[in-house]
């Protein structure tokens, strides 16, 4: 008899990634023995990062946790998770708006597969406030953001806004900083 082993996927856009999202996934390593970040290539939002260049800010950020795989994925999450044999979902919770997207994300992949559980991680209050599109926006307006993602990742932003600029293809990331 094979034992069977506790497998979960993590997935998101990671666009880029930041340490809020690098606290879920080595928290869920604790929890389960395989953790997947699932990098998803098609999102419906604009990107800044391609689908290559966010699996590798992931996987080096994520380096040093053998239990931690990365890799790219298309299609519903739940049929990934059921390819990879996963057993769970795992999502991340900042603030309490983010609670209504993900009940009803968690109502559809019940759904669509109720032998797959969503477990949901509370986000570190030292992470709280960061999300990818917070990070986008302070980095395109030139600002620090190392406190919240990896050295890696502050210089992929850093070349990316550059690029655009000298590109002569800037696009508007600013949500609420700029005013």
Do not use: C
Not at 74 to 89: E, F, H, S
């Amino acid at each position: 008899m094979s034992a069977i082993i506790r497998r979960a996927v993590y997935p998101g856009s990671f666009d880029p990634a930041h340490y809020g999202h690098i606290d879920i996934a080595t928290r869920a390593a604790r929890v389960f023995e395989e953790v997947h970040v699932a990098v998803y290539a098609r999102p419906a939002k604009t990107l800044l990062f391609s689908i290559e260049d966010r699996v590798k800010m992931v996987k080096d950020a994520l380096a040093d946790y053998p239990n931690i795989l990365v890799a790219p994925y298309d299609g519903l999450t739940v049929d990934y998770a059921r390819k990879i044999g996963a057993m769970a979902i795992i999502r991340g919770l900042r603030v309490f708006s983010d609670f209504e997207l993900e009940f009803r994300m968690a109502l559809a992949n019940r759904r669509l597969a109720p032998e797959i559980e969503v477990v949901t991680f509370i986000a570190d209050e030292r992470h709280i406030h960061i999300s990818s599109s917070t990070v986008r926006e302070i980095a395109s307006l030139g600002g620090d953001v190392s406190s919240m993602v990896p050295p890696e990742v502050r210089d992929m932003l850093t070349a990316k806004f550059r690029q655009q600029r000298n590109d002569g293809q800037e696009r508007d990331y600013v949500i609420s900083l700029h005013d």
